[in-house]
């Protein structure tokens, strides 16, 4: 099985750093420490209330990625948000200050975080131009995406690179031990492996944890995950160094 790489996604750290003052925690401290401690790439989220990730965090987090070339920059963001105050607007931002991907999300300012994928009949149209917009400033593009095959053959229309599964049901499913486990981690199968057969990778992200991500890279597998709850709630008890090396590991070598 090919490893999958880690993205830490450095919100929670912003939203601590946000509740005070200053600048304590340092944000990009701590993804110096993510990138030394193994992780394959950073991601942020910002977004136009910027509650957690502020614009002005952006120029700093990309001169840190450009010490680290193996490492890479992922920005997540709804592709429609505009600027609002010193937030400059999703597109501005990401065409100021390229990321190596993009990951376009379907989220709302009143969502406490991102719920579901993208319903590219009502979207697609929309998206189609700033797909194009992206891929010319050289970055690679991710639609976030729910299971499900015939949105998965449409994102492949559109020209997406890959697509991020959104694993929000499989984690839920997971905690509670549901009946329909197995039936929910198959159509996260088969949606993985049709959007392969079309040529788009294949990430994921959202409530990934170290008790569910080893059997979701098991059956469905991924070119990267990106963590950033969990990972920081686990950091409060082990550590940021030996957490992500937990989830580095797992990302690497999957329990059969």
């Known amino acids: 099985m090919i490893p999958t790489k880690l993205s830490v996604n450095l919100n929670k750290i912003a939203l601590i750093r946000n509740s005070r003052e200053g600048n304590y925690p340092d944000l990009i401290?701590?993804?110096?420490?993510?990138?030394?401690?193994?992780?394959?790439?950073?991601?942020?989220?910002?977004?136009?209330?910027?509650r957690h990730i502020r614009a002005a965090d952006i120029p700093d987090l990309t001169t840190?990625?450009?010490?680290?070339?193996?490492?890479?920059?992922?920005?997540?963001?709804?592709?429609?948000?505009?600027?609002?105050?010193?937030?400059?607007?999703?597109?501005?931002?990401?065409?100021?200050?390229?990321?190596?991907q993009c990951t376009l999300?379907?989220?709302?300012?009143?969502?406490?975080?991102?719920d579901h994928g993208f319903d590219l009949t009502?979207?697609?149209?929309?998206?189609?131009?700033?797909?194009?917009?992206?891929?010319?400033?050289g970055v690679r593009v991710s639609?976030?995406?729910?299971?499900?095959?015939?949105?998965i053959e449409?994102?492949?229309?559109?020209?997406?690179?890959?697509?991020?599964l959104y694993t929000g049901p499989y984690a839920l499913a997971h905690r509670h031990a549901h009946s329909d486990l197995a039936q929910?981690?198959?159509?996260?199968?088969?949606?993985?492996?049709?959007?392969?057969?079309?040529?788009?990778?294949?990430?994921?992200?959202?409530?990934?944890?170290?008790?569910?991500?080893?059997?979701?890279?098991r059956v469905v597998g991924a070119a990267e995950v990106s963590?950033?709850?969990?990972?920081?709630?686990?950091?409060?008890?082990m550590g940021l160094t030996p957490a992500v090396a937990a989830y580095r590991q797992i990302c690497q070598t999957p329990i059969r």
């Open 29 to 50: 401290a701590h993804g110096r420490t993510c990138l030394e401690a193994g992780a394959d790439g950073l991601t942020v989220h910002p977004r136009p209330d910027q």
């Open 64 to 100: 840190l990625l450009s010490h680290w070339p193996e490492a890479e920059f992922n920005i997540e963001g709804n592709p429609f948000a505009p600027s609002l105050g010193t937030y400059p607007g999703f597109m501005a931002l990401v065409a100021e200050h390229p990321p190596h």
């Open 105 to 114: 999300v379907p989220d709302s300012n009143d969502q406490l975080t991102s």
């Open 122 to 137: 009502q979207a697609g149209q929309r998206l189609t131009p700033i797909i194009r917009q992206i891929k010319d400033l």
């Open 143 to 151: 639609l976030f995406m729910d299971p499900d095959v015939d949105q």
């Open 154 to 164: 449409r994102a492949s229309d559109l020209g997406a690179d890959r697509i991020e």
């Open 184 to 217: 929910l981690l198959e159509r996260y199968r088969t949606a993985a492996e049709r959007a392969r057969e079309l040529g788009l990778g294949v990430n994921a992200g959202h409530d990934l944890n170290l008790d569910n991500l080893a059997q979701f890279l």
């Open 227 to 237: 963590i950033g709850h969990a990972l920081t709630v686990d950091a409060l008890a």
